[in-house]
T-cell receptor, first 109, second 114 residues
Framework: SQQGEEDPQALSIQEGENATMNCSYKTSINNLQWYRQNSGRGLVHLILIRSNEREKHSGRLRVTLDTSKKSSSLLITASRAADTASYFCATDKGNQFYFGTGTSLTVIP | DAGVIQSPRHEVTEMGQEVTLRCKPISGHDYLFWYRQTMMRGLELLIYFNNNVPIDDSGMPEDRFSAKMPNASFSTLKIQPSEPRDSAVYFC????????????FGSGTRLTVV
């Protein structure tokens, strides 16, 4: 399976702190994406990083990719209460994406 | 664009009844995916279509599940007969070939089979 595994399963931080989530996967990939899911809602695409990229930024988000270790990390800087959600990594080969089990992030105001 | 539209948002049905979930993808998107999400199994890909043709249905759990895409703007996922273990949130997602923005997900249908 190419399914990613996020770590930790749950994370609780104070508002203003940084949050780091990790994703490990099993086989070679073309792209890796991160999604956010608010409670009771669908997933929202956050950022895509290609296999030949090592780091990518989007606003307060920073994603790294280490293909030699088959791992990625998502850093959310200066967290806000509104960042409270579950975060999933998704790996692809071809046209299908395989989602991990997610990290549940709680940002305490 | 209104995004990916799923209906109904919530469905409660009795065991043995037929359930039909509906999805309208984003106009111009040529891929459509059906996912199921549960606490125990996470997000599972059930089936996906390309240009209305089913490409991979290996994730469909049983013959009780079927999916169709009669045209580019509509897809259905049917469960007949439904069972309590089918209770989950079912998501539809679409994307466009070559697009680097990933999938666009609908808001999901929460199915409860009693």
């Amino acid at each position: 399976s190419q399914q990613g595994e996020e770590d930790p399963q749950a994370l609780s931080i104070q508002e203003g702190e940084n949050a780091t989530m990790n994703c490990s996967y099993k086989t070679s990939i073309n792209n890796l994406q991160w999604y956010r899911q608010n409670s009771g809602r669908g997933l929202v695409h956050l950022i895509l990083i290609r296999s030949n990229e090592r780091e990518k930024h989007s606003g307060r988000l920073r994603v790294t990719l280490d293909t030699s270790k088959k791992s990625s990390s998502l850093l959310i800087t200066a967290s806000r209460a509104a960042d409270t959600a579950s975060y999933f990594c998704a790996t692809d080969k071809g046209n299908q994406f395989y989602f991990g089990t997610g990290t549940s992030l709680t940002v305490i105001p | 664009d209104a995004g990916v539209i799923q209906s109904p948002r919530h469905e409660v049905t009795e065991m043995g009844q037929e359930v039909t979930l509906r999805c309208k993808p984003i106009s111009g998107h040529d891929y459509l995916f059906w996912y199921r999400q549960t606490m125990m199994r996470g997000l599972e890909l059930l089936i996906y279509f390309n240009n209305n043709v089913p490409i991979d249905d290996s994730g469909m759990p049983e013959d009780r599940f079927s999916a169709k895409m009669p045209n580019a703007s509509f897809s259905t996922l049917k469960i007949q007969p439904s069972e309590p273990r089918d209770s989950a949130v079912y998501f539809c997602a679409s994307r466009k070939t070559g697009q680097s923005a990933g999938y666009t997900f609908g808001s999901g249908t929460r199915l409860t089979v009693v």
